[in-house]
Nanobody
Framework: QVQLVESGGGLVQVGGSLRLSCTAS????????MGWYRQAPGKRRDFVAA????????YIADSVKGRFTISRDNAKSTVYLEMNSLRPEDTGVYYC?????????????????RGQGTQVTVSS
């Protein structure tokens, strides 16, 4: 079972920026993908972004497109979520997720491993 360790959450004002990191304990396939979901209190879990580690193919949710960027460092089995122009509606627990079937699978809310989550709070 792949273990995922997240870091980088916190409190930020509207319009600010944060960067989340997630490191996987191992690679399992050539189509390994990692990404991020988020969940606000009382709301459903939403897909945010995903990247296939070898190809670099990405999927980004429309709600964050142009503001969030996902990238990876394959040597470190780590993905990053750069979040800019943050809004109050970006508040939630951000979960790192992983799946060996590629970023498209993660974009459909299917995953094999999930991290503990990191809180992101955007205050107005």
């Amino acid at each position: 079972q792949v273990q995922l360790v997240e870091s980088g959450g916190g409190l930020v004002q509207v319009g600010g920026s944060l960067r989340l990191s997630c490191t996987a304990s191992e690679r399992t396939s050539g189509t390994d993908a990692m990404g991020w979901y988020r969940q606000a209190p009382g709301k459903r879990r939403d897909f945010v972004a995903a990247i296939t580690l070898d190809s670099g193919n990405t999927y980004i949710a429309d709600s964050v497109k142009g503001r969030f960027t996902i990238s990876r460092d394959n040597a470190k089995s780590t993905v990053y979520l750069e979040m800019n122009s943050l809004r109050p509606e970006d508040t939630g627990v951000y979960y790192c997720v992983a799946d060996p079937r590629g970023a498209y699978t993660l974009s459909k809310l299917n995953y094999r491993a999930r991290g503990q989550g990191t809180q992101v709070t955007v205050s107005s």
